[in-house]
């Protein structure tokens, strides 16, 4: 925070919003609709990942306020309300995602949300141990994502009294309440300026909102939205800092202290190494320090401290790095040694954490196909890395799910549902663990194509026609083996000059009599209508599939 120089992260925001910006300049074309798609997940990624590093700052103070509440109260308090205050505009610019893919698509919250978002259980960053649901738009899916009629109308507004205008304001409000705590001086650090000017191509002024918002796209307005609740958390981030500086360590009069344990991540993939940092808890930094590190051990004492790691400390921190080499949960145990500083007494204050590593994996998982399909088994694969798939426990909400011989499973889906809900916990040293869920449709199997001698329509060869000898339902793109339907019945109509001709209703597939004499005594250039097909699948529904057009060449 010294100096308010620009940390990665901040370049890393600076970086996205040139290319959007660029982006907004082009004619959309579909390269241009999914770089945009690829920026707006990367944005949403970032804004889940950086509630973690804002959490953690919360924590920390709310150690320091409980160490010594007259001392950091009025810090603390202050700090209570950015945060109030961040997640209030951060709802905001949520609701006002929703309201403008809601007018785009001509439908109601509830339906944007069922069609458009899914709903995903992450771990709560504020309330360690918990999890809370966290709705998340799929821009892929929002079939309008490339129209800005609605979305102009509605951001703009026929006389610029659109909902833009709102929202500069209270952004507005938001950056004076964190410049009045990271001072004027900073101003351009915090963006978030709703006061800047643009200049379009033929050089015409243009306000922030109109800039951002007129004529743009509803995937660009989706992206600059989540664009903005960054530029929020860093604000805030940098913000909650600030306040976290005000506070002397050097002044405290401390009753006790105590280990903490800072990991980058309890969970790492093999190859890469483990990294954390220790401190001594509001402590001064420039009391050295030393740890002793005892791994695979749940706790250090004088029969295991012979054989610890020894780590020296630097400004008061140590930092620990372990190599990844061995798989599966792993534990370590310590002891930070410092003198007290009035009675230069050796103390020991003890401390454990854990980790895992796992293997290195790749997930693939296509955003369109969060389906599943009534009246079939719907093999899954529901994984956790570093928990063996016997520890797994899925369940659904409506359905039912099993496991099957190859380790994967079954899911099967009642017909006339709409959604559920697949969650998994685990068990893990005697506990269930909450892994997650993850919310699917529900469709029917789709319709086959009807075809004869692999066509639908066009011209044939009378005796190929009479050689195909059936009709034939093809499923065209279903991966699904073993699923077919059946022809329970057809007809076949043809004109002789102008008289029609029919053979009524043939049962099945295959040609009776009756077609095969149309066929035989058709001439050139005469066209045969199959039409009226029943098919009947597995599951015991009947559809009506598609005519056959055929001229006799």
């Given at each position: 925070m010294a100096g308010y120089k620009e940390t990665p992260?901040?370049?890393?925001?600076?970086?996205?919003?040139?290319?959007?910006?660029?982006?907004?300049?082009?004619?959309?074309?579909?390269?241009?609709?999914?770089?945009?798609?690829?920026?707006n997940?990367?944005?949403?990624?970032?804004?889940?990942?950086?509630?973690?590093?804002?959490?953690?700052?919360?924590?920390r103070f709310e150690s320091q306020y409980n160490l010594n509440p007259g001392k950091v109260g009025e810090y603390w308090e202050k700090a209570k309300e950015l945060r109030l205050r961040s997640q209030q505009l951060i709802h905001y610019l949520d609701s006002v995602q929703l309201e403008v893919v809601s007018r785009s698509e001509r439908k109601s919250h509830?339906?944007?949300k069922s069609l458009y978002y899914a709903k995903v259980q992450l771990p709560d960053f504020r309330n360690q141990g918990d999890l809370r649901d966290r709705d998340f738009l799929d821009l892929s899916l929002v079939p309008s994502r490339d129209k800005y009629d609605e979305a102009t109308n509605y951001m703009i507004g026929p006389n610029k009294?659109?909902?833009?205008?709102t929202m500069a304001k209270k952004i507005e409000e938001y950056r004076q309440f964190v410049l009045g705590i990271v001072g004027e001086n900073n101003a351009d650090k915090i963006g978030l300026n709703t006061h800047e000017k643009f200049k379009d191509a033929s050089g015409v002024t243009q306000d922030w909102m109109y800039y951002n918002f007129y004529h743009t796209i509803l995937a660009a307005n989706v992206t600059i939205l989540n664009k903005i609740v960054t530029e929020v958390q860093s604000a805030e981030f940098d913000a909650v800092n600030r306040l976290f500086e005000n506070i002397t360590e050097k002044d405290y009069k401390f009753d006790r202290l105590s280990a903490e344990v800072i990991p980058n991540s309890t969970y790492i993939l093999k190859g890469q190494n483990y990294e954390a940092t220790v401190i001594l808890t509001a402590y001064d930094s420039k009391t050295q320090s030393?740890?002793?590190?005892?791994?695979?051990?749940?706790?250090?004492?004088?029969?295991n401290i012979g054989g610890a790691q020894v780590f020296k400390s630097e400004n008061g921190v140590v930092r620990l790095s372990f190599p990844g080499q061995t798989e599966g949960p792993q534990r370590y145990a310590g002891v930070i040694e410092v003198r007290d500083p009035l009675t230069q007494e050796l103390?020991?204050?003890?401390?454990?954490?854990?980790?895992?590593?796992?293997?290195?994996?790749?997930?693939?998982a296509p955003l369109k196909m969060n389906i599943l399909?009534?009246?079939?088994?719907?093999?899954?694969?529901?994984?956790?890395?570093?928990?063996?798939?016997?520890?797994?426990v899925p369940s659904i909400s409506k359905g039912k799910i099993i496991r099957n011989a190859n380790g994967n499973w079954d899911v099967e889906v009642p017909a006339g549902e709409r959604t559920t809900t697949i969650s998994a916990a685990a068990n893990v040293d005697g506990?269930?663990?909450?892994?997650?869920?993850f919310e699917f449709r529900i469709k029917r199997v789709p319709d086959p194509i009807a075809k004869i001698a692999d066509l639908t329509d066009g011209t044939i060869d009378k005796n190929r026609l009479l050689a195909s000898r059936a009709i034939i339902p093809e499923m065209v793109d279903f991966d699904f083996e073993g699923f077919h339907f059946e022809i329970v019945s057809y007809e076949l109509s043809t004109y002789r000059g102008t008289e029609l001709q029919r053979t009524g209703t043939v049962r099945g597939n295959v040609f009776n009599d009756a077609v095969s004499n149309l066929i035989k005594n058709a001439g050139r250039g005469q066209r045969l209508y199959f039409e009226r097909i029943q098919a009947k699948g597995p599951d015991g529904t009947m559809r009506t599939l598609n005519p056959i057009n055929l001229e006799i060449n």
């Open positions: 992260r901040q370049k890393m925001i600076g970086m996205l919003y040139l290319v959007l910006t660029a982006l907004l300049a082009l004619n959309v074309s579909k390269d241009i609709l999914d770089a945009f798609l690829v920026v997940e990367g944005m949403v990624s970032t804004n889940v990942r950086f509630e973690s590093k804002v959490a953690t700052v919360y924590s509830e339906e944007v009294n659109g909902e833009a205008y030393e740890v002793k590190i005892v791994r695979g051990a749940s706790a250090i004492n004088d029969g103390k020991r204050h003890p401390f454990d954490a854990q980790y895992i590593v796992a293997p290195p994996s790749l997930t693939v399909y009534s009246g079939l088994k719907n093999p899954i694969s529901i994984s956790a890395p570093g928990i063996p798939n016997e520890q797994i506990k269930s663990l909450p892994l997650g869920s």
